[in-house]
């Protein structure tokens, strides 16, 4: 009897001792979309699985998930982009004890959904996506890695308010400033202009700078009231590339379009026509770089009294994309037109955000 009772003192202490630990521990939710981390030979990996694969899990968090999605990153819809967002968001809202959120994505386009979350989730809490260069059937994959280094930092304090996040490869990222350089190789990911933000290392995760412009928390963009996002296209600038496209686009019913500029935002061919039979018809042009790198400085107002009205017009529904590659220059149009259709305060947005 005495016996008894000891041992039960004792296992009542062990899942005290044990539930506590588990309480220690971050709680992290996982929703998987999809992509090369859960495209296996034969049958795609599951969030179930996918939850599965991180040997130490363990030690960094508790891990809840969802399969939100399972395709390439280049399927992902408009639609689905709004509804990811709203999910993330509601996750927050509503469980006010989660550290952060991880999100699967296929490499391809990660960055724009990745930038995308960026501008519309409304938390300080961690947002991380994650993916992979090797599928599971790939002697070498790295999504295992990733996935867990992902947990890590969703799962860090250090990660809070630093908007969101792309981990991959070690590496910590802005969603604001990441974009795929390499088809294939691991260290694909790469921040241009302003350079990684932080690493994960086997002791810590290191965050060396942030982020000034908006994003998540201070963002203006509330996707419960918006129902579906506008057209905008991007046009790339080539030798002797023709203006008809950006008319056909036009006629086609883009809202806005993105010029793919050649250096610092130079236009070829005919492409100047195509420009200015949009602003004529009220479409938003915004000039971004193809280069890749570097910032395309807003014009000043209306410009000098010589201008004819064709260029007063083009000046008028002419927006510089900063610092934003042509396919971020894109969401921030579309949110922005979801908000504004004045010219002065879509410029604004690109200078904030
Ligand atoms: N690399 C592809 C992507 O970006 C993944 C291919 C696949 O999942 O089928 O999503």
Redesign the pocket.
Known sequence: MRLRSLAFVWLLAATTVSSAFAQALPRVHMVAT???I??RDGG?LTAEELARSMPGLERAATLTHEQFLN????QITLDQWLQLARRVNDLFATDQELAGIVVT??????EETAFFLHLTVKDVRPVVVV?SMRNPSTLGYEGAANLLEGVRVAASPAARGKGVLVVLNDEINSARDVTKTDALRLQTFRSPTHGLLGIVDRDKVAIFREILQRHTHTSEFDVRTITSLPRVDVVMVYQGATGDVIKALVDLGAKGIVIAGAGAGATSGTQGEGIDYATEKGVFVVTATRTGAGRIAPNRGQGPATLTPAQQRRRAFSISSEDHIPVKARILLMLALSRTSNRDEIQRIFSEY
């Open positions: 999809g992509g090369t859960s495209n795609r395709v390439a990153s280049s994505s296929g490499t391809d386009t990660l993916g």
